[in-house]
């Protein structure tokens, strides 16, 4: 069990399976930079928090529901939590998370959203065995179910996630194609530090420089 003060952002799932690098970036180092892409994501967010919280057939939706777990360190704000009445039963949580862009071929997004399930489950003592991901280019919900792999994955990035966190070391920089949409490309600058120059190639391009001047 984790203290309030060890608790962690949920969104941090997110930028680790994203980038480990990004994620010390912003949880580590404090960096922060907007791009086109965050600042579409912020707005997106903002309109499914700032909605009223409402009843629609049945089902109650709750907006901005904060969030928390102990046992997994975790903290933080659910976009939508719908909860909905299985024939007569008690309401079962339903967590809608929003995203911006397209479904992704990682698990990213499916992580972050199982965190929210599971501090739904230990707020509540409830089991919650789906949700769902909105996004924002096909205007369309992903179901996402909540099976033992996803919750086994969202676990052991918890303690990922909470051991990097502790080693306070941001993982050197590696040039990928993905680095072009990120944010914090500027200051990560994975192009720089890619570039491996040893002290015999620095006297090959100085020889070199100097024959061409001669």
């Not at 404090?30 to 600042?39: D, I, K, M, Q, S």
């Not at 909105?134 to 909540?146: H, I, L, Q, S």
């Not at 996803?150 to 303690?159: A, G, I, S, V």
Request: with cysteine.
């Amino acid at each position: 069990m984790f203290s309030e003060d060890a608790l962690l952002a949920i969104s941090a799932l997110q930028h680790l399976l994203f980038c480990e690098r990004q994620c010390a970036l912003i949880h580590i180092e404090g960096l922060w930079a907007e791009n086109r892409f965050t600042v579409e994501g912020t707005h997106l967010h903002r309109k499914a928090h700032d909605g009223p919280n409402d009843t629609h057939t049945g089902v109650r939706i709750v907006r901005g529901l904060a969030l928390r777990s102990f046992r997994l360190g975790l903290v933080g704000v659910a976009d939508v939590v719908e909860f909905r009445s299985m024939q007569g039963g008690p309401a079962v949580p339903f967590p809608v998370e929003y995203k911006r862009g397209r479904p992704k071929s990682h698990e990213a997004d499916r992580v972050q959203l199982c965190a929210q399930a599971l501090c739904l489950e230990e707020m509540l003592g409830v089991a919650i065995p789906a949700g769902a991901l909105y996004y924002g280019k096909t205007r369309r919900r992903r179901a996402v179910k909540f099976d033992g792999t996803l919750r086994q994955l969202t676990e052991h990035t918890c303690q990922r996630l909470h051991a990097l966190m502790a080693s306070g070391k941001t993982p050197r920089a590696m040039r990928e194609p993905k680095c072009s949409r990120c944010s914090l490309y500027e200051l990560c600058l994975p192009h720089a530090m890619n570039v491996r120059r040893t002290a015999s190639g620095y006297f090959d391009r100085a020889l070199a420089t100097s024959l061409a001047n001669s």
